[in-house]
RNA sequence: GCGCUCUUAGCUCAGUUGGUUAGAGCGUUCGCCUCACACGCGAAAGGUCAAAGGUUCGAAUCCUUUAGAGCGCACCA
C-alpha cells in the first residue's frame, strides 16, 4: 500500500495535480481517445457544447453546477467507449461586458465611452474580456472539467466571426432581416436598445392624474406620464364604451402646456374600459402600444417629444428638461389651469434595464429586426415555425418536461426580434454604406465605404454556438460527426434567451435541431434561499470552495438529489458532508489495499456468498447506467453514495474483519479478490461524479487497467 | 389577466412509468477513540406525504376543488 494512504484525503493538493495528469494526457479530445485506443474510430459520438460564460469576471456557483452536471455526462459516455467531445469557450457578452468596463473607467478615471472613444473603449475591452477569460479557464479546470481545449472557441473569435457574417447575409437575403423604425426599449442610461426579454420589471409606487387637454375637451384622460402628454395624437376608447361612443371620430386642437395638441378620439378594443376614465391619451412615440394604436387608426406615429437622452424635445417651458422635470412642470401647469380633476396612489411596474437599472423609454428608433413570422423562402415556413416543430414533435426533447409549455407560451407571444444595438462591443452589423448604396456581408472593394455603426445582439452569436464551434460555414469533419449535438444543459433562466435562439439559428442555417436534448438546471441558492448576489454579499466562489472542500465535494453536494428545473440551497455544511465521503472513500481503500497487498485481484477466484455481493452491485451498476442514459444523474449520485458508504465499508468491509483474520485461506482469497473487484468497479461508477479522489485512489489499484481511470471501461453487465 | 411549479421527518430535499412496513443528508438523543476512517462507529426518536373529494384491488404518485408559497409571460394608459 503506497505511504499516501496513512494520512487523511487532501483534495487541495490531490485535485490540481491530476488534472494536469489529465491534460498532459490529451485523453480530452476524442480524436486522441482514438488515437490511443480507448475509444474505436466508428464508436457512437457523444457531443456536447459547455455554455459559453460570458467574461465578466467570475464564476459563480451557478457555473459549478453547470459543469458538475455536464462532466457526470461526459465522463460517463466517455467511460462507456463514445467518441465524446465536450467543447469549451466564452462570451463576449457585449452588453454585459461592455458596461463592467464602463463602469470601471468611469469609477477610476470618471470618463464616458464618448470620452474616450469607440477604438481606445474597445481595446480596454479586449484586455478585460482577456483577463477574464484566464480567470474563467483557470476556474473550469479546477472544478475538473473534462473540456476538449483543443476545441476552445470565443464567440466574438475570427471563425465565430465569420459564421454570424454568413447568416446575417443569408437572412439578409432571404429577406428575414429588415431595417424599420420601431419602438424600441430604449436605456438612457446604457444608451442603447435592449430587448424585450433584458427588462426587468420593478414595482414601484406612482401616482396617477385624471386631467383634461383643455376646459372644453369632452373625456378625462387617465396617465402616470404626464409630460408624455404633449405627444399625443389621439385618445383612445373601447368600441363597446356607452360612456364616450358619440364622440369617436371627433378631433380637437388644443395647446397643452405650451404645445400645440391635435386629438383624435378613436375606438380600440386594447382600452380597458374600468382602468382610469376608460379613455387612454395615445403618444405613439412613446408607448409600445399606443404605437399600435395609431398604426390600426392611421395616425402619425413619429411625433417624438422625448430624446435618447430622456429629456423633452418640444419647445415651451419644457424644452430640454428631464422627464421627471418635465412631469412636475406639467402638473403644476394642469393645477394651475384647472384641468386636473384627480391624483390617485398606485403601485406600477416600471422597466428597467437588467444590466444598468436604467429606466426604459420606449423610443421610435431605426433598428435591425429579424422577422420571426414572414415564410422563409423554399421552406414554407417561419422562423417561429422552426423554433415551434422540433420541441412539438419531440425531437428536442426538454427537461423537466413541463418547461416545453412555457417555451411554446413564450414564442406564442414572440414578436420580431431586435438585433442591433448601440453598444461598441461586439459584432459590427455586416452592412456597407456608401451614398445611398448599401452592401451586406463582407466589405465591399473600393474606396468610401463605411459600416453600419451598431452592433449585434450578443444572443445572436450564441444562438450559432453548437455549429459555429465546429467549423461552419465550412463543411468541416467536425462538424459532419459532432453535430446535432446530443445534450444541452444549461439554466432555465436562459430557456429563451439562448435555447430558442439556438433552436432559431440552427434550424434556418442547417435543417436540422442543434440538440436532441435540452437539461435545465436551477438556480444555486444560499443556504437561507436567497439569491445569490453581490450586493448581499452571499457568493460562493467555486475555486474558494474547491480550496476548503475540495471540488469533488462540491460536485457532489451540486448534484446528488438535485432535480432539474428545481432551485436548490447550498451550504458550506452541504459541501462539507460530501469532503467526509471523499475521505471515507479514501479509508475504504486504504482498508481494502492494506488488506490484499499478496492478493490475487482476480473476479474469477470469487466464490460463495461472495458472488451475491457481485450480483448486488451488478444490479446497481444497471440501475446507475439506466439513471444516467436518462440524464438523472441526481438519482445515480445519490444511489452511489448510499451504495459506498452504508454496503461497502458498513456491511461488506464490516464482516470481511474476521473472514480476513481467519484461517479459511479459500475463503480469505475469495474475500480479497471481492473487495478489489468491489473497490474498483464502485470507484469506476463513482468517477464521473467525484473525478479527483477516485483517479488517485484507481491509480494504487491491482485492477488498473488503463492510463487513467477517466479512460477506464464503465462496470456494467450487458 | 394567461400559464407553470411547489407544499413529504425539526431543517434541506429525493421518491423515474400508481404496487409490499414512505427514503436520504444535516440536526436531535443515547452509547462508543472497536487495530480503514472521530472527516468516524453502533443504536434510537421523529412523517394523518397541505386540506377535502374522486378514480382504482391498491395513490405521496392520476383527476377535481380549496388554501398557502414561488416563478414566467402579458398588461401597467
Known amino acids: 500500500m503506497p505511504d499516501k494512504f496513512l494520512k487523511p484525503y487532501d483534495p487541495v493538493a490531490t485535485e490540481p495535480r491530476v488534472y494536469a495528469e489529465w491534460a498532459k494526457s490529451g485523453l480530452f479530445s476524442p480524436d486522441e481517445c482514438v488515437k490511443q485506443g480507448v475509444a474505436k474510430p466508428d464508436a457512437p459520438t457523444f457531443s456536447m457544447v459547455l455554455p459559453p460564460p460570458n467574461v465578466t469576471g467570475r464564476l459563480h456557483m451557478g457555473h459549478a ?54 477604438e481606445e473603449l474597445l481595446k480596454r475591452i479586449e484586455t478585460f474580456a482577456s483577463a477574464s ?32 457574417r454568413t447568416i446575417f447575409k443569408k437572412m439578409s437575403d432571404d429577406g428575414l432581416i429588415y431595417r424599420g423604425l420601431r419602438i424600441v426599449n430604449w436605456d438612457p442610461k446604457g444608451q442603447t436598445t435592449i430587448s424585450d426579454d433584458e427588462i426587468v420589471y420593478e414595482e414601484r409606487p406612482a401616482k396617477l392624474y385624471t386631467f383634461r387637454y383643455a376646459k372644453d375637451f369632452p373625456i378625462p384622460v387617465a396617465t402616470t406620464r404626464p409630460e408624455t402628454k404633449v405627444g399625443d395624437v389621439a385618445v383612445a376608447v373601447h368600441p363597446d364604451d356607452a360612456r364616450y361612443q358619440e364622440y369617436v371620430g371627433n378631433e380637437y386642437d388644443a395647446v397643452f402646456c405650451d404645445v400645440p395638441i391635435h386629438v383624435k378620439i378613436v375606438a380600440d378594443k386594447e382600452v380597458d374600459p374600468a382602468f382610469g376614465t376608460g379613455a387612454v391619451g395615445v403618444t405613439p412615440a412613446h408607448s409600445m402600444t399606443d404605437w399600435d394604436i395609431a398604426d390600426r387608426h392611421l395616425l402619425t406615429q413619429d411625433r417624438s417629444v422625448i430624446n435618447e437622452y430622456a429629456k423633452m424635445t418640444v ?6 428638461k428631464k422627464t421627471a422635470e418635465a412631469r412636475e412642470l406639467v402638473v ?68 423537466p418536461e413541463y418547461f416545453d409549455k412555457t417555451y411554446f407560451h413564450w414564442i406564442e407571444h414572440l414578436r420580431d426580434w431586435c438585433i442591433s444595438r448601440q453598444i461598441w462591443y461586439g459584432h459590427r452589423i455586416p452592412v456597407w454604406y456608401k451614398g445611398e448604396e448599401a452592401v451586406v456581408g463582407e466589405k465591399p472593394d473600393g474606396e468610401g465605404w463605411v459600416q453600419d455603426e451598431d452592433t449585434l445582439d450578443t444572443w445572436f452569436s450564441s444562438g450559432l454556438w453548437t455549429f459555429s464551434t465546429l467549423g461552419w460555414p465550412d463543411e468541416t469533419i467536425d462538424l459532419g460527426t459532432y453535430h446535432p449535438t446530443d445534450l444541452l444543459e444549461t439554466g432555465y433562466d436562459i430557456l429563451f434567451f439562448w435555447v430558442a435562439r439556438m433552436i432559431l439559428m440552427t434550424e434556418y442555417a442547417l435543417g436540422v435541431v442543434p440538440f436532441k436534448t435540452v437539461y435545465l438546471h436551477g438556480l444555486v441558492r444560499d443556504a437561507q434561499g436567497r439569491k445569490m448576489s453581490k450586493s448581499l454579499g452571499n457568493n460562493m466562489d467555486p475555486l474558494d470552495v474547491a480550496a476548503k472542500f475540495g471540488a469533488d465535494a462540491a460536485r457532489m453536494a451540486l448534484v446528488v438529489g438535485n432535480t432539474p428545473g428545481t432551485d436548490m440551497r447550498m451550504s458550506e455544511e452541504k459541501i462539507k458532508g460530501y469532503k467526509h465521503f471523499a475521505n471515507k ?42 439513471d444516467l442514459d436518462n440524464f438523472r444523474g441526481h438519482l445515480a449520485a445519490e444511489k452511489l453514495y448510499h451504495y459506498a458508504w452504508h454496503e461497502l465499508a458498513d456491511v461488506i468491509l464490516e464482516e470481511s474483519k474476521p473472514i480476513l483474520a481467519g484461517a479459511d485461506h479459500k475463503a480469505k482469497a475469495s474475500r480479497q ?5 468491489i473497490l474498483d468497479r464502485t470507484l469506476r461508477m463513482l468517477h464521473p461524479f467525484m473525478p479527483f479522489v477516485t483517479e488517485e485512489i484507481w491509480q494504487s489499484l491491482p485492477t488498473k487497467d488503463a492510463p487513467h481511470l477517466m479512460v477506464a471501461r464503465w462496470p456494467v453487465v450487458e
Do not use: C
Not at 482498508?591 to 490475487?600: I, K
Not at 479478490?673 to 473487484?677: D, E, G, K, N, R
Open 133 to 164: 477569460r484566464d480567470t474563467i479557464i483557470g476556474q473550469l479546470k479546477a472544478m475538473g472539467a473534462s473540456l476538449d481545449w483543443s476545441r476552445e472557441a470565443f464567440t466574438l473569435d475570427e471563425s465565430r466571426s465569420r459564421a454570424v
Open 65 to 118: 453546477l453547470m459543469l458538475a452536471v455536464e462532466d457526470v455526462f461526459t465522463r460517463y459516455k466517455r467511460m462507456r467507449g463514445f467518441r465524446t467531445l465536450w467543447l469549451p469557450g466564452t462570451d463576449h457578452a457585449a452588453i454585459a461586458t461592455q458596461s463592467v468596463v464602463e463602469k470601471q473607467i468611469k469609477k477610476d478615471e470618471d470618463k464616458s465611452r464618448h470620452d474616450i472613444g469607440r
Open 585 to 626: 472513500l479514501w479509508n475504504i481503500a486504504r482498508f481494502v489495499l492494506s488488506n490484499t497487498e499478496e492478493a490475487d485481484p482476480s473476479a474469477a477466484l470469487i466464490e460463495g456468498r461472495d458472488r451475491d455481493h457481485i450480483v448486488k452491485l451488478d444490479a446497481l451498476a444497471k440501475e446507475v447506467s439506466d
Open 315 to 320: 419647445p415651451g417651458r419644457l424644452e430640454g
Open 332 to 399: 403644476a401647469w394642469l393645477t394651475s389651469e384647472g384641468l386636473l380633476e384627480k391624483t390617485e396612489d398606485i403601485r406600477q411596474n416600471i422597466a428597467t434595464a437588467e444590466r444598468t437599472g436604467g429606466v426604459i423609454e420606449p423610443l421610435p428608433k431605426l433598428q435591425w429586426f429579424i422577422d420571426v413570422n414572414k415564410k422563409i423562402p423554399g421552406r414554407d415556413r417561419s422562423l417561429k415555425e422552426l423554433m415551434l416543430e422540433p420541441v412539438r414533435s419531440g425531437e428536442i426533447r426538454i427537461l
Open 673 to 677: 479478490a471481492l473487495l478489489l473487484t
